[in-house]
């Protein structure tokens, strides 16, 4: 709505109460009136004239005042109109200027009002009713003012509104044409598709399903105005080509199933009569119709046989790929079998589906063991075998299934967990680093559950379980760790950013969880690469000797900045070192003395002293051992120590007392306490062999002697000869040091209460 003028309202005036003085006639006066009279007349002629030429100067004055200035004479008079003609002449001016500024703003809200409609497509009586209501308001606002001119701005303001709705009307209507057309288009296009699908379905009454469609549109058609002549012309065209429609999806589920000629025959049998399979045809239709047919079933009998030899082709190509060792996708595999079958050609689906299921059972290998692998290859294998005729698909599925089974191999020996996963895609084990396994030790010291450790559902947990269990019956030790993770320790144990205690713990921590096995995942990440840190590990985690540790690690930091000082004679440490290494395997040797070799370093370094007999070295070199030292340097467990005349690696636990003891009862060996010193660590209780055959008699048994296997706590039972005894299964007889002296100690007589 515009803005509204203010209704001027006129307002009474209000005169004061005036009294009148009692009449009294003076004759004297009157005649002295008379005279005044005459001269009065006089006068009044000549101010009369004045006046009337001062109001036309007031009404010139009053209209220019009014155009110049409408706002401030309209407010000025609005109440009044004027009380004089310049304020009368001022006020009426201003009502026509007004009038005048309002009809400008109404014509231009019109008009846009107009453009609004065109651009939205609105209601034309919703377009009558908002130039109605600009008309209305405008014309109110100046007739406010002056009823008179708001009456003539009405009437002008109609003819506008008048014009801009017979405008927009005629593109209204005109576009609701249109749209109507455009609409029984449409709906045409629409039922003409419906009959198409409706004549290709295979529906039991498909004439009186017709019937129903087009009597719907027909009515629909009738109420959108559609004249009832084009109507039925469309009506007719709709049903033919229905008819059409169903012809073809007769043909085509027939064709389909091998029987295209048997429905050509009867379609032309039809074309006279038009009672079965060509009702509702007219002659055109016929005629594209049997083309149609005719064309397909000739092209078919060609396209088969073109099919075959592309598909037979295309297996060959896919044969070498197969013979390559590579595996084809299953979609390119799906797609030679199913146009093999199109062909018919016996050749070609033989070719194919064998090729099909070939390649099957050689990818079903990468979801099973490597013994179940094994094993499949091995059944494949015979089956293909048994009529002493190998064909060239079964030659290329079975160098298929070698070289997956080969992976499998290659993967068993090198990244367990990565076979697993990918045998597992579903359910791929979780990944652990150094600082799970790390807050896992630290857990524990501080209180927390033991029992986490092992607890079902935990990586650590998961990991062994499942990597012991597919390891397990195999040939194969299992890798408990990845690749990938053994990379991440090697960066953790060598960032300089990281404690020695949260790297010792990363190491207890896996003690913890993998608990026996933990000898193993220390082994795969060393690698066989010599680690230091990973011997140093693992000797803390056995022995407790932290200090150890923590030479070796800041050895390792600060490798670069570390001076060499001088040690002792270059003879004696040699000599030190073969005494205590000759029980160990020469890897772990090598190992063992790198890794005491930075800690001898790093407490020189630290300001330690050595004297001639090597003292510190020696100290030194049987901690990288696992031995253990009182605080006045005295050797107490653990480490290298002589044991029936040989050199042996004690456990961290066994105490040099216990060593002696264990070499001083010896000679108390019996087959009853080789049984107990067996069984107590769980192995076979049967009687070692003498050279395969013979059982120990009890002097053998008297005079055994003991040789190293290069592992803690254990050695070869070997006889005065130094002839190895061997188990059942022709395997060296291995005792543990721990269960003989606990057995041997049974049988000596303790006599210190007596002495």
Do not use: C
């Not at 004055?61 to 009380?83: M, N, P, V, W």
């Not at 049997?290 to 030899?309: H, P």
């Not at 044991?643 to 002696?660: K, N, R, V």
């Amino acid at each position: 709505m515009a803005e509204r003028y203010p209704t001027y309202q006129r307002s009474a005036k209000l005169n004061a109460n005036i009294v009148t003085p009692p009449n009294v006639d003076n004759a004297a006066l009157r005649q002295a009136a008379k005279g005044y009279q005459q001269i009065g007349q006089a006068a009044d002629r000549v101010v009369n004239f004045a006046l009337k030429r001062g109001e036309e100067q007031a009404i010139s004055r009053g209209k220019a005042q009014g155009a110049l200035d409408s706002s401030a004479a309209i407010e000025a008079y609005k109440s009044t109109g004027g009380e004089n003609s310049y304020e009368r002449s001022a006020y009426a001016a201003a009502v026509g200027v007004s009038s005048a500024q309002v009809e400008t703003k109404a014509r231009a809200e019109m008009a846009t009002a107009l453009f609004d409609w065109k651009k939205s497509k609105g209601d034309p009586d919703e377009l009558q009713q908002r130039l109605a209501s600009i008309r209305d308001g405008y014309a109110e606002a100046i007739g406010d003012l002056d009823p008179v001119t708001g009456a003539s701005l009405r009437n002008k303001l109609q003819g506008v509104s008048n014009a801009a709705f017979v405008d927009y009307s005629g593109d209204y209507l005109k576009q609701q044409n249109e749209q109507l057309n455009a609409d029984r288009l449409s709906t045409l296009n629409s039922v003409t598709e419906q009959m198409d699908i409706l004549g290709r379905a295979n529906v039991r009454d498909i004439d009186g399903e017709l019937d129903l469609v087009l009597g719907a549109y027909k009515e629909t058609a009738l109420a959108s105005g559609q004249a009832p002549d084009a109507l039925e012309l469309d009506i007719q065209k709709l049903r033919r080509g229905a008819n059409i429609a169903r012809v073809r999806g007769s043909f085509e589920r027939e064709f389909a199933d091998g029987q295209g000629a048997e429905f050509l025959q009867r379609f032309d049998d039809d074309v006279g009569k038009r009672k079965g399979v060509a009702r509702g045809l007219n002659e055109a239709s016929i005629k594209t119709l049997r083309s149609e047919i005719t064309a397909k079933i000739r092209g078919e009998a060609a396209g088969r046989k073109n099919v075959a030899t592309q598909v037979k082709g295309d297996a060959r190509a896919l044969l070498r790929v197969v013979g390559n060792g590579d595996t084809p996708g299953r979609e390119a595999v799906a797609s030679v079998v199913a146009r093999a079958r199109q062909s018919e050609d016996p050749d070609a689906i033989r070719l194919a589906t064998q090729l099909q299921a070939g390649i099957e059972a050689a990818t079903s290998i990468d979801t099973m063991s490597i013994s179940a692998a094994e094993a499949y290859l091995a059944e494949i294998t015979s089956a293909y075998n048994a009529d002493d005729d190998i064909n060239e698909v079964e030659s290329a599925i079975l160098q298929l299934m070698e070289k997956r089974v080969s992976s499998k191999r290659t993967a068993m020996g090198t990244d367990q967990v990565e076979l697993f996963n990918r045998q597992n895609p579903k359910n791929p084990l979780p990944g652990i680093n150094p600082q799970m396994s790390a807050g896992l030790a630290l857990f524990m010291s501080t209180g927390g559950d033991a029992n986490l450790a092992t607890a079902p559902g935990t990586p650590l947990y998961e990991r062994k379980q499942k990597i012991g269990a597919m390891a397990s019956g195999s040939e194969y030790d299992p890798l408990y760790l990845s690749r990938s993770e053994i990379k991440q320790f090697d960066a953790f144990f060598q960032d300089p950013n990281v404690s020695a205690e949260e790297k010792l713990a990363s190491v207890v921590g896996l003690r913890r969880a993998f608990g026996d096995d933990a000898y193993t995942v220390l082994n795969q990440l060393d690698a066989g690469q010599g680690k230091t840190w990973v011997h140093a590990a693992a000797v803390a985690e056995k022995s407790g000797n932290t200090a150890f540790f923590d030479d070796v690690i800041t050895a390792l930091m600060v490798r670069d900045e570390l001076k060499v000082p001088a040690v002792v004679d270059r003879g004696v440490a040699a000599e030190i070192s073969r005494e205590l290494t000759s029980a160990f395997n020469p890897g772990d040797q090598a190992q063992a003395v790198s890794t005491a070799k930075l800690a001898y370093t790093a407490r020189l370094n630290a300001g330690a002293t050595e004297d001639t007999e090597g003292t510190l070295w020696r100290k030194t070199l049987q901690e990288s051992f696992g031995a253990t030292f009182d605080d006045r340097g005295d050797h107490i467990s653990g480490g290298v120590s002589e044991i029936g005349g040989a050199p042996m690696i004690l456990s961290p636990h066994m105490t040099l007392a216990e060593a002696d003891a264990l070499d001083d009862n010896l000679s108390g060996l019996t087959r009853e306490k080789l049984v107990e010193i067996r069984r107590a660590i769980g192995q076979s209780t049967a009687l070692p062999l003498i050279g395969g055959r013979n059982l120990p008699t009890e002097r053998d048994l008297r005079n055994a002697q003991l040789k190293p296997t290069g592992r803690a706590d254990e050695a070869f039972l070997v006889n005065e000869d130094g002839k190895g005894y061997i188990d059942a299964d022709g395997n060296p007889y291995v005792i543990s040091l721990g269960a003989a002296h606990d057995a041997l100690s049974q049988t000596v007589i303790n006599l210190g209460g007596v002495l």
